[in-house]
């Protein structure tokens, strides 16, 4: 038995990057004053139509959709954003306090091709803000996307667009599609398909005659009525107040029917040909669109697995291993670094040992097969003069340590 054609199996070595992304972003989406929210996998299909757009992709091609045993149709989620604005509206969080700031993490389902770094079932970290307008929070918002790289060690491009909003966007729609019914018989089969029912997707689209057109498409950023316009500029300068660089893309949308005004992509080459480890915008009619109150929001989501691949590309996947393995020789050695274990992982110490009565060699290259920061080498000669030797596998240092109830002089060493 294997696991499904895009489904993948995420190993313990491995799974320590994804505990340490996920902590990470945890821990900055605190700082700045965000709340996690869990959502379920399953929800009514009716959802992702209305929020993501009935002539997506993900709709028409991609979500993972079934009728349940009453005949209800059901989907799992393909992406974050819906199910948290549904349970935004389901349970009145807006009473709550003026903004509110969410995010949560899990898989979402998408029966795509797989490739490198994007399965059918992948996870997100998808954060929302919502009940705000001002282009401050904007730029809140991309200032945090950035600084989760930052603090991951990752190196990504900022791009910056505008998608105006229902007062401009129409204008633009029409100058777009006139362009591109100019120019059918360039466009692949999927943006021929496209030009009547979402003509800015065409100029998502990879392939590479699409591409040289939509070189010469006409610009959303010439489009824009002057509240969009105003807007964009103030977040322009509250990113440059922030010190943070980045780029101007008049080509970028997204691939979700919800977006306004502003957009945003954090991309890398790192994993060959340029993709997004990152991406979000302003979605101001969503909520009301869902049947909640006519608020503004803002959000973004980050592929975890893309992340993963990234930091295993920078080399930066040294396993985190115990702080301590027991070496013990002979079974009162063993007896004793038993209750030594437990001692230590109740001092907030990872430890572990040998159980199976191996000889120090074989000892010593499990230690190190696991990473282990120190090895305890306990035999029956160091019981009885209640010392033992303690090496760091890093440094190679060795040192001698009593053996005592407290552990008052091993415990520092470990802790250091």
């Known amino acids: 038995m294997q696991a499904l054609k895009g489904f993948k199996d995420i190993l313990p070595d491995e799974a320590r990057l994804w505990q340490r992304v996920e902590g990470t972003a945890r821990d900055i989406f605190r700082r700045f004053g965000f709340e996690e929210i869990k959502v379920p996998i399953l929800e009514k299909t009716g959802l992702f139509a209305r929020s993501i757009g009935e002539a997506t992709d993900i709709v028409e091609k991609e979500m993972y959709t079934f009728s349940d045993r009453n005949g209800e149709s059901?989907?799992?989620?393909?992406?974050g954003t819906a199910p948290v604005l549904r349970a935004f509206i389901e349970h009145a969080l807006h009473?709550?306090?003026?903004?509110?700031?969410?995010?949560?993490?899990?898989?979402?389902?998408?029966?795509?091709?797989?490739?490198?770094g994007r399965l059918r079932q992948f996870h997100q970290l998808s954060v929302e803000a919502l009940g705000a307008d001002h282009p401050r929070l904007d730029a809140e918002v991309i200032a945090m996307a950035r600084?989760?790289?930052?603090?991951?060690?990752?190196?990504?491009?900022?791009?910056?667009?505008?998608?105006?909003?229902?007062?401009?966007?129409?204008?633009?729609?029409?100058?777009?599609?006139?362009?591109l019914s100019g120019h059918r018989e360039q466009l692949c089969e999927d943006c021929r398909r496209r030009v009547e029912s979402n003509p800015l997707r065409v100029l998502d689209c990879k392939s590479a005659n699409c591409r040289r057109l939509n070189a010469e498409a006409p610009a959303i950023l010439g489009s824009l009525c002057a509240p969009c316009d105003q807007h964009l500029a103030r977040v322009r300068q509250d990113l440059d107040a922030l010190q943070i660089p980045y780029t101007m893309n008049p080509f970028m949308v997204r691939g979700l029917d919800y977006y306004t005004r502003t957009t945003f992509e954090l991309l890398t080459d790192a994993l060959g040909a340029q993709s997004a480890v990152g991406a979000g915008g302003r979605y101001d009619g969503l909520v009301k669109q869902l049947g909640g109150p006519d608020l503004p929001g803002i959000g973004f989501a980050m592929g975890l697995e893309r992340l993963v691949l990234l930091l295993q590309e920078q080399e930066q996947a040294a396993a985190a291993g115990p702080d301590l393995f027991l070496a013990c020789l002979g079974e009162p050695a063993a007896a004793y670094g038993f209750t030594l274990l437990q001692k230590c992982r109740l001092a907030g110490l990872s430890a572990l040992m040998d159980i199976q009565g191996r000889g120090l060699k074989s000892q010593m290259k499990q230690a190190d097969r696991l990473h282990a920061?120190?090895?305890?080498?306990?035999?029956?000669?160091?019981?009885?003069?209640?010392?033992?030797?303690?090496?760091?596998?890093?440094?190679?240092?060795?040192?001698?340590?009593?053996?005592?109830?407290?552990?008052?002089?091993?415990l520092p060493l470990l802790q250091s």
């Not at 059901?74 to 992406?79: H, Q």
């Open 74 to 79: 059901i989907t799992m989620r393909p992406e």
């Open 95 to 116: 009473l709550r306090r003026p903004i509110n700031r969410l995010f949560t993490v899990g898989p979402m389902f998408r029966h795509e091709r797989p490739q490198k």
């Open 147 to 179: 600084q989760l790289l930052v603090e991951l060690g990752l190196k990504a491009e900022l791009q910056l667009n505008s998608l105006g909003c229902p007062d401009c966007r129409p204008a633009y729609r029409a100058k777009l599609v006139e362009f």
């Open 373 to 410: 920061r120190h090895v305890l080498i306990i035999g029956e000669d160091e019981l009885n003069a209640g010392q033992a030797v303690l090496r760091n596998l890093d440094s190679k240092e060795e040192r001698q340590v009593a053996l005592d109830d407290e552990l008052t002089a091993l």
